[in-house]
């Protein structure tokens, strides 16, 4: 994987990037909305090997299996943050995150990193949308999502049947490819006019 933008680069990491990637990892805002990301508990170590197990699936062009691309900054070469990219195993759908490092917020490099790897990753694999969930109660990265091409689909609530509870609120959007041929990309707002039947059938 490589793509450029305008200020960033999209690659592959290498396994000098393991303490970046740990970094990003223990960054304050990344571990408050998605503390499980890579694991919940992870070494440097550790990081090196998810590296190279995200790199075998780029090899094999494994496009379910989740893996990690650094985000570089062109003007310092520093890697910035990372896209994380795979088949959401509840959804079965193809979904699009972003992990960015808080000196580095609030500057649009994830939503420009997310709009360009979104139309590479559809075109490439030939996916009509991808989907982005994220909990409700992050609104920078729901502005993220907005700027980056995506639009809300709806409020959506888990309900964990393992605990016979109700789990927490998130956001689902949807991105779809600009050469996507479905003929109605729906987003929720379409209204619904019944069910259309066949005069011949009946």
Known sequence: MYI??????????????????????????????????LDVDVS???????????????????????????IEYKRSHEVIGCLCFGLQDMLFEYELGWMMKSAFTKNGFAS??????SEYICDTHNLSYL???????????????EKAGFRLFEKRTVYDYSCNRYCDDYFYFRRY??????????????????????????
């Open 112 to 117: 420009e990193a997310a709009c360009v790897f």
């Open 44 to 70: 440097l170590r550790d990081t090196e090997e998810f590296i190279r197990k995200f790199n075998s699936y780029e090899i094999k062009k494994d496009i379910d299996a989740w893996r990690r691309y650094a």
């Open 177 to 202: 490819s600009s050469k996507c041929t479905l003929v109605s990309k729906f987003y929720g707002d379409i209204p619904y006019e019944g069910r259309i039947v066949n005069a011949d059938n009946e």
């Open 4 to 37: 450029e933008t305008e200020r960033l680069i999209i690659r592959d990491f290498c396994e000098a990037d393991a303490p970046t990637l740990y970094d990003i990892k223990y960054d304050g805002q990344v571990r408050y909305f998605c503390p499980d990301f």
């Open 131 to 145: 989907i982005v969930v994220m909990d409700v109660d992050n609104p920078a990265s729901m502005r993220c999502a």
